[in-house]
């Protein structure tokens, strides 16, 4: 059976793709830092396949390359890796953002990226044709916009990182993949606006966001793709979502 290791798969997109690749018969490792939503997820997904969750917090690398060093052995070799965890904060123009904020956005979606990517290379070229690692970048990492900072720069590392890696595993079969999601109904403006409920409800209100099963329909989608197909990076927006003008500051 492939097995798929999935980083922040206790809401959102990640808890989504672990019931997408469950229904498919994927062994799972699944990761994040709320335990009790894991062991949630073990019971329900535990029924059809072989789950194994680690509280893993992705910005500790110690405890990142610990986790994956001490995989049982029918969690290993690694056929796909899903590096999903991530965050945005701080929606306030830049000049208004508390550093912390920044740094905690740099500390997950950057280095908790490269600490996961690093521990599981290994395990990945072991699988050798087929294996893939998809990282979770965003519109927001190709497209600016006022708020978005250093979450969109976090995300434009993703994307570049995406493709540099591409050229490091040519030979390997491993591939390697950006999918960049825009507006999706999760936690993540919840999140991003430390817990403002009315909000995430005002953002997602009236229009037709993504919703988590829509990316995990991706995810899957190209985790599964015939082994000689790579697909660089993959921009999925809601029809109801465009680019804006450009804003022109006048006297
Ligand atoms: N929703 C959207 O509009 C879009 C989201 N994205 C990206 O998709 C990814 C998933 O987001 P989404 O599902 O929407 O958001 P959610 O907030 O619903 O889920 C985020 C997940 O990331 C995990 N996570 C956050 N910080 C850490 C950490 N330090 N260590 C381990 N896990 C962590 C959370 O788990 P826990 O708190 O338990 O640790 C949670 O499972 C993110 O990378 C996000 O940037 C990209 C484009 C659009
Ligand atoms: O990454 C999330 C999508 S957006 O909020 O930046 O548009």
Not at 73 to 89: D, E, I, K
Not at 202 to 209: A, D, V
Not at 226 to 236: K, S, Y
Request: proline share 5%; with cysteine; hydrophobic share 45%.
């Amino acid at each position: 059976m492939p097995i798929a290791m999935i980083t922040g798969a206790t809401s959102g997109f990640g808890r989504a793709s672990a019931r997408r690749f469950a229904a498919a018969g994927w062994s799972l490792i699944l990761t994040g830092r709320r335990t009790e939503r894991l062991d949630a997820l073990k019971q329900e997904l535990g029924k059809q396949v072989d789950v194994l969750t680690i509280t893993l917090d992705v910005r500790d690398a110690e405890a990142v390359a610990d986790a994956v060093a001490s995989l049982p052995s029918n969690f290993r070799p690694l056929t796909c890796l899903v590096n999903n965890a991530g965050l945005a904060l701080a929606p306030e123009p830049a000049q208004k953002v508390d550093l912390k904020d920044w740094h905690t956005m740099i500390d997950t979606n950057i280095t908790g990226l490269v600490n996961v990517t690093h521990a599981a290379l290994p395990l990945l070229i072991e699988t050798g044709a087929g294996a893939s690692i998809i990282n979770l970048g965003s519109v927001a990492g190709h497209w600016p916009y006022p708020g978005g900072h250093v979450y969109g720069a976090t995300k434009a590392f993703v994307e570049q990182f995406t493709y540099n890696l591409r050229c490091d595993l040519l030979g390997t079969g491993v591939r390697v993949t950006d999918i960049a999601p825009g507006m999706a109904e999760t936690e993540f403006t919840l999140v991003r606006t430390k817990g403002d409920q009315a909000a995430s409800d005002k953002l997602y209100r009236g229009t037709t966001p993504l919703q988590a099963e829509d990316i995990a329909e991706q995810i899957y989608y190209v985790a599964t793709l015939p082994d000689h197909i790579n697909i660089n990076r993959l921009e999925v927006m809601p029809t109801r979502q465009a680019w804006s003008a450009f804003n022109i500051d006048r006297d």
